[in-house]
């Protein structure tokens, strides 16, 4: 996942939280109104501006972010009360310049409010919203600024600029009509009062859930009922116990998603049974962490924005400019998915009815059961479980010779970590990214075992962003939620989570690649369904048999994978990807379905909501939650997924797509490492994304890939 909103430039500043990508920073002078000692004064002289860890204390960031605003508040209002007539130069130019101490603030910001934060940070970001939603509002909605704006882009076609100019005209042009330029002043202060509050109930809502999930960590006091579980899972609840002053007992915390790891190895039902409850009723106990009356109001404030700005809904209005362009085309492709996605789904439910009727139970098959007994299924049916995995997935050796031996072979990346650059917390390391050439032209950090203060799921994002124009090179992290063990024992990785750590890397190549000379356009600023590609694409190197065979090796050992145990593995390549896509198909539904809802409609009773709309989407399959519940659905009550969940289905068909051409091509080459580098990675938004994937390709995309790589071809393909 690429977190929160996508900020580089003024535009970026429309955001509901402080989660947002970073804006690039550049050297200018000390704000007068931030005393020197606040590290976010000046930018930093770390190398390539990486943030002052050590150095920055939690009070810091508030300040400088209200200086931040000022300073760019200032800036802005000198372009639009220039009385030169407006140029290129004297509007775009000058507005990418702008907000720089407001950009390295959020850098350093981002991480920790996310990956390590803490009372003071979650009320810096519940403080700082609403300010930043009118800081937002204040450039958006500046007549004078849009003026001179428009002024421009109406001679657009004479002006005299490169591609990569005119692009960022229109960009920009567009994001300013598309937060309400060019509505009427009554109608601005509307708009400005309904930014707002979402931006409030935003940030609530985030800090709600993290302490929901805390809160609803399952706690064991028997060992028993944890039978099943491995040595190494054992030891690190019981460390996650001991952390939490909980000595004598065991915790396993709720990851991110629905379904949890461990109901695979859970052999006690009723253990089972309550961890999923767990984590299905996380963030809806009618307490001070229940999320469903704030995400019913975030819905009918979007509905009434969308109204606002002239758009049928919220989606709409999100997806204007986004590569499906409508609402009515990312639910066609979803619908043409869901009967293929259920009916396999319902094949694979039999085939488990049929195990648990073979174990001598007799009880219905509930969603608790499912990871559990589908993992019988296939060891029946591959001679293949988890447990003789996981041993040759540690993390370090994915890590070095899986994700950046890949890299290199691809595009000739090498990486030499450094501990000399201070860290926002221990466990995250640091890597120098150093090209083909021998240039560094990165930092890369990495942050990948799950915390009580860390948000749940993986994501990537920037501390520092790309800009020729700025003189900046990219500074861009990964987080993940991986297992820490117990001191001593390895770091062991499902396979799951190799996967994840391929697919954030994904991200972290878009960012490190980027080759842009505006902030607006560099890296991963483009549409949310197309920012998901390069990140699917690059899972695929993951299963690659000359990357696999070079990270996949016993952690005790050292021994390669078995042939006999890889070639298990490829057989069982499309097991249980009839459950995969319906619970991702019914999550990116369910956010369609919020984000449809049309203005003037009633606060919605968020259970029944769910439940009806899981059963007009065709995706009510009882033993197949949706990924995320609406309660717990971080992507797009908190991270600018909103009206965006499919883009993970619609990146998979680009992805599966792209992947085709490699092969067609040699597969894992550098030159073809170097073409999709030049022609994909490094091109950011400079120009339009489906003109781009086109002449890569040499066509638009298909969804024929997508349907034979998920294990769909033979299912039915439309209602």
């Not at 009509?177 to 060019?182: D, F, I, K, R, T």
């Not at 009880?363 to 608790?368: A, D, N, S, V």
């Not at 988890?386 to 040759?392: L, V």
């Amino acid at each position: 996942m690429l977190r929160g909103t996508l900020m580089t430039t003024t535009m970026s500043l429309a955001i509901a939280t402080l989660l947002g990508t970073a804006l690039a920073p550049t050297a200018h002078a000390k704000d007068a109104t931030l005393p020197a000692s606040n590290p976010f004064a000046a930018p930093s002289t770390l190398p390539l501006q990486a943030p002052p860890f050590d150095k920055i204390k939690d009070s810091d960031y508030q300040p400088a972010i209200e200086a931040g605003m000022r300073e760019q508040i200032a800036e802005i209002e000198k372009i639009a009360d220039n009385k030169e007539a407006p140029t290129f130069d004297n509007t775009f130019v000058a507005m990418e310049k702008s907000g720089r101490m407001l950009a390295r603030t959020f850098g350093a910001l981002g991480v920790v409010s996310s990956a390590n934060t803490n009372p003071v940070l979650q009320k810096v970001q519940e403080d700082i919203a609403p300010q930043l939603a009118a800081h937002a509002d204040a450039i958006h909605l500046n007549p004078k600024l849009f003026a001179r704006i428009k002024a421009v882009h109406d001679q657009r076609d004479s002006l005299k600029l490169d591609a990569e100019s005119l692009r960022l005209v229109d960009v920009v042009y567009h994001d300013f009509v598309h937060a309400g330029a060019q509505l009427s002043d009554a109608d601005k202060a509307k708009l400005k009062k309904l930014n707002g509050e979402e931006s409030t109930l935003s940030a609530q809502f985030v800090n709600k859930l993290l302490a929901a999930a805390n809160k609803g960590a399952l706690v064991v006091s028997d060992k028993k009922q944890l039978a099943g579980l491995g040595e190494g899972d054992l030891a690190a609840a019981a460390e996650a116990a001991k952390a939490r002053k909980l000595d004598g007992k065991w915790v396993i915390a709720l990851q991110n998603t629905t379904q949890q790891p461990d109901l695979q190895s859970l052999t006690d039902r009723a253990t089972r049974q309550k961890l999923f409850e767990a984590s299905w009723s996380r963030a809806e106990k009618n307490d001070a962490n229940d999320t469903r009356k704030t995400i019913a109001r975030i819905a009918q404030i979007r509905a009434e924005k969308a109204k606002l700005l002239g758009y049928a809904d919220f989606a709409a209005w999100q997806l204007d400019n986004q590569m499906a362009k409508t609402p009515a085309t990312a639910l066609k492709f979803m619908g043409e998915l869901v009967p293929a996605a259920t009916a396999k789904a319902r094949a694979e439910a039999a085939d488990i009815e049929a195990a648990i009727a073979r174990s001598g139970a007799r009880f219905k098959l509930e969603p608790w059961d499912w990871l559990m007994y589908s993992e019988q299924v296939r060891k029946a049916r591959y001679d293949l479980d988890e447990s003789q995995i996981k041993p040759y997935f540690e993390l370090d050796r994915v890590l070095k010779d899986g994700v950046f031996y890949a890299a290199n072979q691809l595009y000739g990346l090498s990486f030499v970590e450094r501990k000399d650059l201070p860290v926002y917390q221990s466990d995250v390391r640091v890597f120098n990214v150093i090209d083909k050439d021998g240039k560094q032209i990165a930092l890369f950090y990495c942050d990948y075992f799950k915390r009580d203060n860390k948000n749940g799921g993986a994501w990537m994002d920037n501390l520092v962003g790309q800009s020729k124009l700025l003189g900046t090179l990219p500074v861009v992290y990964n987080v993940g939620n991986f297992t820490k063990p117990a001191p001593g024992q390895p770091a062991l990785l499902s396979f799951d989570d190799v996967i994840t750590m391929f697919h954030e890397f994904g991200h972290a190549l878009h960012g490190i690649f980027a080759d842009e000379e505006y902030p607006t356009l560099s890296g991963t600023a483009t549409a949310r369904d197309f920012v998901e590609f390069p990140s699917q694409f690059n899972e695929y190197w993951a299963t690659n048999p000359q990357v696999f065979a070079h990270y996949a090796k016993h952690y005790q050992t050292g021994a390669a994978m078995p042939t006999e145990l890889v070639d298990k593995m490829k057989k069982a390549r499309l097991f249980n990807k009839g459950y995969d896509m319906t619970e991702l198909l019914s999550a990116a539904l369910l956010d369609m379905s919020w984000h449809t809802l049309k203005a003037g409609a009633p606060l919605q009773d968020v259970d029944t909501f769910e439940a009806a709309a899981l059963k007009k989407n065709g995706t009510d399959l009882g033993y197949v939650p949706p990924r995320y519940r609406s309660s717990y659905f971080l992507h797009i009550w908190g991270n600018g997924y909103a009206a965006g969940y499919y883009a993970y289905l619609w990146t998979q068909m680009l992805a599966d797509d792209a992947f085709g051409w490699f092969t067609e091509h040699g597969g894992l080459t550098r030159e073809n490492g170097d073409r999709f580098r030049a022609m994909i990675l490094s091109r950011g938004n400079s120009e339009e994304l489906a003109k781009l994937y086109r002449d890569w390709r040499g066509r638009d995309p298909n969804v024929e890939a997508m349907l034979e790589q998920r294990g769909l071809k033979d299912a039915p393909a439309k209602q």
